[in-house]
């Protein structure tokens, strides 16, 4: 079974900057789509970004100018690095893969705790 595994998730204060990643325990082929998704106490998980096959990169409004989504070149791992953080980017992240068959495989999350 494959799964994806993130990391890099911790204590930051506002302002300051963190670098999530997300990889696959295995090969998991015909990649329709790299998303990140947060979810925050109480509230309903939303996208943060979407990386499609090929497709325009998508940031919710939230996170644009701040937040930046990328693979390596292996395609295997995608990142989220995140600048000027504030104390409402405070949630889970999670990674989430789409395959072009319908799959989805999902990350089992990283905390991002923002201080004021």
């Known amino acids: 079974q494959v799964q994806l595994v993130e990391s890099g998730g911790g204590l930051v204060q506002a302002g300051g900057s963190l670098r999530l990643s997300c990889a696959a325990s295995g090969s998991i082929s015909n990649i329709y789509g790299m998303s990140w998704y947060r979810q925050a106490l109480g509230k309903k998980r939303e996208l943060v970004a979407s990386l499609p096959s090929g497709g325009r990169i998508n940031y919710a409004d939230s996170v644009k100018g701040r937040f930046t989504i990328s693979t390596n070149n292996a395609k295997n791992t995608v990142y989220l690095q995140m600048n000027s953080l504030k104390p409402e980017d405070t949630a889970a992240y999670y990674c989430?893969?789409?395959?072009?068959?319908?799959?989805?495989?999902w990350g089992q999350g990283t905390q991002v705790t923002v201080s004021s």
């Open positions: 989430s893969w789409a395959t072009w068959s319908g799959r989805s495989y």
